[in-house]
């Protein structure tokens, strides 16, 4: 009992302790590779990354496809209307901290990270042919920014995982707080037990596998730009502010929900904001301005093309190497990011929940990477950040860019407390997702959390051992791919839920149900009928 007591584990089942320590093992197993050999996880994570790529980059964008008009047919139709936790809930957070929460967990430094990288690599290494004719590489690489981190990418894989937590777990009745549950509606949990279980233990590795990934990302990023940007011992330093993260993530842990991840998403969203208004006026403001229009004009018009755009013909695998992987990473990292959003938007209705959880969102990120992107394609950053970004080091390319800017020193350090609140607020809401999924509460006690926190900080530390920064990209799809198919799950189990909802609850005495072709008797209409009929008989 002490043991389990230790662990946040004393009122689980058997089942639950298995999948806590079994989750555990195989990613303690993935730290110690990394740190003993990091070649060797490196070098296997990239040759499966590519091979995933190579052979399943269509399925992404296929089922990315499918989960963008589920996600509108849900909003826009009268099911948007479902009040989440039922008609009688009231909202828990208001609404500013809830767009901050659902903003800061649904997004990482990969916005500072990606929105400096891809576009000078996509200018760097462009497709063979263009997806759309008359218009040249550097704005095309905005829309593709836009299309990946902007719209549709919200809109698919976070909109899912979201309806369904909030439909079965708040709305429904299903009786465990897991992603499993949502087998319900089609399986009996007695006999099928085993797939349940299974499917937690891989949503759970899938999940940490999307978080590594951004935690990666940052801690490196943070590195780079304290040992470029300012001269100092990077990795030692490095090592000082991620353990000074670890015990504020610490005491946000025994905070809770309400305290520390409302108040830590509150203040990164004011940081970003500043950060973003001092790079508008700091940098090529002029350029940034035309580019961004430009490209909003690429995107919006050739959103279709874009989005499906495989390049059969072409003899490689550049859209899979980009669009395919953004996706899997989406799918990764949508699954805690879903069900948090589940979890703090009761007494929202699924309409709102898209508005905070898409329509916000896109238009914050819109904003952002269309700053960054025409920072750093402009005349006078191009050439020295893609000189840095040559060898494929991002974070390099990142910390020039900034070393260049005027004022290079408070942007820095604007941007390096923006990733640390992006990192407390990853945290706080992974690890209270994690455990929440473990076992099976919306309420999990804090020591499983703050176990679940250790692990993701060492996995964080793992990262800065490896020798490729493009190895942590590879977690994402890899992790993803066996859990994809899990997405038609979730879109049939919201589906069955909300109809079954809105036609016990909300359905009004005119309506009808979708998909029948029978009708409702209109008493004025049958009466006509009935007089026509007759009339036909008597000439007969």
């Given amino acids: 009992m002490g043991i389990a007591y230790a662990f946040g584990l004393d009122d689980a089942d058997w089942g639950e302790i298995g999948l806590f320590f079994v989750t555990i093992c195989v990613l303690v197993a993935l730290v110690v590779v990394g740190i003993v050999n990091p070649p060797l996880l490196s070098n296997t994570l990239t040759g499966t990354y590519d091979w995933v790529m190579h052979y399943f980059g269509w399925w992404f964008m296929a089922l990315g496809g499918v989960l963008l008009v589920?996600?509108?047919?849900?909003?826009?139709?009268?099911?948007?209307?479902?009040?989440?936790?039922?008609e009688d809930a009231d909202p828990e957070f208001g609404f500013y901290s809830?767009?901050?929460?659902?903003?800061?967990?649904?997004?990482?430094?990969?916005?500072?990270?990606?929105?400096v990288g891809e576009p000078i690599q996509i200018v760097n290494s462009p497709p063979s042919t263009l997806p759309v004719g008359g218009?040249?590489?550097?704005?095309?690489?905005?829309?593709f920014m836009f299309l990946h981190e902007?719209?549709?990418?919200?809109?698919?894989?976070?909109?899912?995982?979201?309806l369904s937590f909030a439909l079965m777990v708040y709305t429904g009745s299903v009786s465990e707080y897991k992603l499993s549950s949502m087998l319900d509606v089609a399986l009996d949990r007695e006999d099928y037990g085993w797939l349940y279980w299974i499917v937690d233990l891989s949503a759970l590795v899938a999940m940490v596998g999307g978080i590594a990934t951004t935690l990666g990302f940052t801690a490196q990023q943070l590195s780079t730009i304290l040992d470029v940007v300012y001269g100092l011992q990077a990795t030692a330093l490095t090592y000082g502010l991620l353990l000074a993260i670890g015990l504020v993530f610490l005491a946000d842990v025994?905070?809770?929900?309400?305290?520390g991840i409302q108040n830590a998403a509150r203040v990164t969203i004011v940081l970003m904001v500043l950060a973003a208004a001092m790079l508008f006026v700091v940098g090529p403001t002029l350029f940034t301005l035309n580019i961004w229009i430009d490209a909003t004009g690429i995107w919006l018009n050739?959103?279709?093309?874009?989005?499906?755009?495989?390049?059969?013909?072409?003899g490689g695998d550049w859209p899979q190497q980009w669009t395919s992987f953004w996706?899997?990473?989406?799918?990764?990292?949508?699954?805690?990011?879903?069900?948090?959003?589940?979890?703090?938007?009761?007494?929202?209705?699924?309409r709102e929940t898209f508005f905070a959880l898409v329509v916000v969102p896109s238009a914050l990120v819109w904003v952002q990477h269309a700053i960054i992107g025409g920072w750093v394609l402009s005349p006078e950053y191009f050439g020295p950040v893609s000189t840095a970004l040559s060898n494929g080091d991002i974070p390099a390319?990142?910390?020039?860019?900034?070393?260049?800017?005027?004022?290079?020193?408070?942007?820095?350090?604007l941007l390096v407390l923006v990733m640390v609140g992006y990192i407390l607020t990853t945290l706080d809401s992974a690890v209270f997702m994690l455990s929440a999924i473990t076992l099976g509460t919306e309420d999990p006690n804090a020591r499983n959390r703050a176990w679940w926190g250790v692990l993701l900080a060492f996995l964080g530390v793992m990262t800065l051992n490896l020798p490729s920064f493009s190895a942590m990209q590879s977690f994402s799809p890899v992790m993803a791919l066996p859990f994809s198919l899990y997405f038609l799950v979730l879109l049939y189990a919201s589906y069955v839920t909300a109809r079954d909802y809105y036609h016990e609850h909300l359905m009004g005495p005119d309506e009808e149900p979708f998909f029948t072709v029978s009708h409702r008797p209109d008493p004025e209409t049958d009466e006509t009928v009935d007089r026509n009929r007759a009339a036909g008989e008597n000439d007969d």
């Fill in 70 to 86: 589920f996600g509108l047919f849900m909003t826009l139709s009268r099911y948007g209307t479902i009040r989440i936790g039922g």
């Fill in 98 to 115: 809830w767009i901050a929460m659902v903003f800061t967990v649904g997004f990482g430094s990969s916005i500072i990270v990606w929105g």
């Fill in 135 to 143: 218009t040249t590489i550097k704005p095309l690489s905005l829309a």
């Fill in 150 to 162: 902007s719209f549709p990418g919200m809109a698919m894989w976070y909109i899912p995982v979201a």
């Fill in 254 to 259: 025994w905070l809770g929900l309400r305290s």
């Fill in 302 to 314: 050739n959103l279709p093309r874009l989005m499906f755009f495989t390049a059969p013909t072409s």
């Fill in 327 to 350: 996706w899997g990473w989406w799918a990764a990292w949508g699954l805690f990011v879903g069900s948090f959003v589940a979890r703090v938007s009761k007494g929202r209705t699924i």
């Fill in 397 to 413: 390319a990142v910390a020039t860019a900034i070393s260049i800017t005027p004022y290079g020193n408070v942007l820095g350090l």
